[in-house]
């Protein structure tokens, strides 16, 4: 295969086959390959194919080339290429440029038809503290029943009301809870609320199966009895089912092994009931250094009882 894929280049790229030059840039990049598959790219560009800028954005972004990147995204948009537009705000955004992100967005919904960039766009409204601009712009896709939108939205009436007993907003959670880990943690939170701890528990399950790393953290508090102040020793009991600390601690493990740094606070605090203070003050650092405050908090308190 590699050969085959060397003679290949080597004739595509002394030819002016620009089909077989994107086919090629395609398998060598699927290959990891992205350099050549980049040359191949940039052969179709200089061939006059100009909605190949896409590939050739896409193919720079990979090789984390991000400043690059921007400038075939807007040769492909020149060229037609409006899908790029979505992909033009991501790298926009990974740059910090977030006034430029949120216009590029922007265009991803409205001139490219994306509803990704209605929902990425009311995120980062959001996250500046304007959450009406954020309703409006998230409106769209919510007008197409867009899966994420329809997420996002119930989340934010979640965080906003606390309307346990609402069944249109549980039924919205559970529409999202497929494409949204948030959307299912908070269903979760919403069924512990009304009672229903078994079934926050099946879902958290269900989420963690699915790879939605934001139900691990949930789930280990779930099993830990939403309690981690207990003193060594001490029985739970919550609604009359009995707390399962291994199956918390082995919930914040696999949280912690899916990229939530949030976990090592809770894991520490459970450590810490067993006594097994050395383990407990390891996963208090990671967490101070990712950046969560409680975590850097019971650090501090850990240290100040000696």
């Not at 512990?192 to 879902?203: K, N, V, Y």
Request: a negative charge.
């Amino acid at each position: 295969m590699v050969v085959d894929l060397q003679a290949r280049l080597r004739d595509a790229l002394a030819g002016s086959d620009v089909d077989e030059l994107v086919e090629l840039g395609c398998d060598l990049a699927d290959a990891g390959r992205q350099e050549q598959a980049l040359a191949c790219f940039q052969r179709a560009v200089d061939l006059g194919q100009d909605w190949i800028w896409f590939n050739v954005a896409n193919t720079l972004r990979e090789l984390d080339r991000p400043t690059e990147a921007v400038t075939a995204y807007q040769r492909a948009i020149a060229a037609g290429q409006s899908d790029a537009w979505l992909n033009l705000a991501h790298v926009l955004d990974s740059l910090g440029d977030l006034a430029g992100a949120m216009e590029a967005y922007r265009a991803a919904g409205q001139a490219g038809g994306q509803p990704e960039g209605h929902v990425q766009l009311a995120h980062l409204l959001h996250q500046q503290g304007e959450p009406q601009r954020a309703q409006a712009a998230l409106a769209p896709a919510l007008q197409r029943g867009y899966l994420p939108a329809v997420a996002l939205a119930a989340r934010w009436r979640w965080e906003n009301t606390r309307e346990s007993a609402d069944p249109v907003l549980e039924q919205q959670l559970r529409a999202g809870a497929g494409v949204d880990g948030s959307a299912r943690a908070d269903l979760a939170e919403l069924l512990i609320a009304t009672g229903r701890r078994e079934q926050a528990r099946e879902q958290l399950q269900l989420g963690a199966k699915l790879g939605q790393r934001e139900c691990w953290l949930p789930l280990g508090n779930l099993l830990a009895g939403d309690d981690l102040s207990a003193e060594p020793g001490q029985e739970q009991e919550v609604d009359g089912a009995e707390v399962d600390k291994a199956g918390a601690e082995e919930a914040y493990r696999a949280g912690i092994a899916a990229g939530d740094e949030w976990c090592h606070h809770n894991l520490a605090l459970l450590l810490l009931q067993r006594g097994d203070v050395r383990a407990a003050e390891e996963h208090l650092l990671a967490g101070a250094a990712a950046g969560d405050e409680l975590a850097q908090l019971a650090w501090q308190d850990l240290h100040q009882q000696d």
